[in-house]
């Protein structure tokens, strides 16, 4: 099917020219925009007009700027004599029903030090570790509770861990975990999110002395990203090589969609496929990469194929 690149504009004459093109985008656009719905509610996710809702799903979270690869394959990530509270992390990793438990799915976990602060480069790899689930789907890790800190501007987050799931048949699962009774959960548009409510979990109490928290994850084959993190995401983009180009990424029905005038509803749909990368519904030649920054700011990488079928890159900035 043809299409039109959502940064080159087609000429007046191939507009008049083209009769087969509208007839075809309208399809398009009508197909995309109910597939918007049906991937969606697969499995056991489900839109209900205004929202994605469903039985079990772990929902997903934004990455953040303090991913680092490579961490070590390790569940104990204490530190001697360092700074704070020793806890336990654990629990089950289960297939898409929801039941049956997912061995061998690797769980990635990170998280700041007793002092608000990520080790983004020390060769220790401090909280920093993943691990495997074993033939029961479960995992562990043993850590310390992670701190509230100041992300900028008098922006404090509330205490949280990462996490990254990642298993053979299911898109990566990226997300973060909150503590009940953290009183800056409800000043931080993600940890407040409707859609973090399962994750902000319960601290109990071990014999030891030691604190426990278990989360139980339910992979999926697709996972809409929250509606916070779009909201996040959504914005005016300008290009870092020419100034004068911008993007504008917007909110519609719950999903994020990308602007362009040519279009006959204003723009396109986006579909998330996981780590902070979405694309065109039906089209994973044409994809948006987005790196949060430390500064608060966010990055936009895109790559895809212009309506002539030329390969097309950029990259764009979005303040905060």
């Known amino acids: 099917m043809p299409y039109y ?133 479960n995992y562990n890790f043993k850590t310390i509770i992670p701190v509230p800190y100041d992300a900028g501007g008098g922006n404090i987050r509330p205490a949280h861990f990462h996490m990254m799931v990642s298993a053979t048949g299911y898109q990566g699962l990226i997300t973060q975990l909150y503590f009940s009774g953290d009183h800056y959960i409800s000043k931080d548009s993600f940890a407040s999110s409707p859609a973090a409510k399962k994750r902000i979990l319960d601290i109990k109490n071990a014999n030891n002395g030691e604190k426990l928290v278990v989360f139980n994850i339910a992979m999926m084959e697709k996972l809409p990203a929250d509606a916070t993190v779009i909201d996040k995401l959504s914005g005016t983009y300008i290009h870092t090589d020419k100034k004068e180009r911008k993007q504008e990424l917007y909110k519609k029905d719950n999903l994020l969609w990308i602007k ?30 987005f790196a949060p920054q430390a500064d608060g700011s966010i990055k936009l990488n895109y790559t895809g194929i212009t309506w002539d079928n030329k390969k097309e890159s950029w990259e764009a900035a979005k303040g905060k």
């Open 5 to 137: 690149s959502l940064h080159s504009a087609p000429s007046k004459k191939r507009i008049l020219t083209n009769t087969n093109f509208y007839m075809q985008r309208r399809s398009f656009i009508k197909n995309t925009t109910l597939c918007a719905v049906a991937v969606s509610a697969t499995g056991f996710i489900r839109f209900n007009g205004q929202n994605f809702e469903g039985d079990c799903e772990t929902t997903t979270d934004i990455l953040g700027p303090f991913y680092r690869p490579d961490a070590p394959v390790r569940s104990d990530m204490r530190i001697k004599n360092a700074k704070g509270q020793l806890m336990v992390l654990s629990g089950q990793i289960k297939h898409k029903d929801c039941k049956t438990p997912l061995k061998n799915a690797c769980v990635e976990l990170w998280h700041c030090d007793g002092d608000g602060v990520y080790d983004n480069a020390s060769p220790d790899f401090k909280y920093r570790a993943k691990t495997y689930s074993d033939e029961n789907g």
């Open 260 to 289: 362009n005038a040519n279009s006959i509803n204003g723009g396109y749909p986006l579909q998330y496929n996981g780590n902070n990368t979405f694309e065109y519904y039906g089209r994973a030649s044409n994809s948006y990469h």
